[in-house]
């Protein structure tokens, strides 16, 4: 998904003016819209629904991190020891 200078970058004045047509475009093309302020890029506008997949996306990432944090320090254990304490703790 790669952002198109002339489509995806609306100055702040746009969005004041075009607010509906540019939610359309995000809606339309799933990429993001840049708003810019006296030339400069200042916010993004982005569709929840890609919004949602990238914060899972991330989410995800920062966990896949941890564990691998945990093995590269040696925080690891058995399945099997894992198994039996997931098990034991359904119970309580």
Sequence with gaps: MTASIIE???SVSDLKKKTS???KQIRHTGRPVFITV???PNA???DIDVFEKKLKAL???IL???AEE???NGNIRS???FLRELKLSAKL
Excluded: M, P, T
């Design 8 to 10: 995806d970058f609306k």
């Design 21 to 23: 047509e540019i939610f």
């Design 38 to 40: 006296n030339g400069k």
């Design 44 to 46: 993004v506008l982005i």
């Design 59 to 61: 989410n995800l990432g």
């Design 64 to 66: 896949l991190n941890e």
């Design 70 to 72: 945990d093995v590269k």
């Design 79 to 81: 399945a099997r020891d």
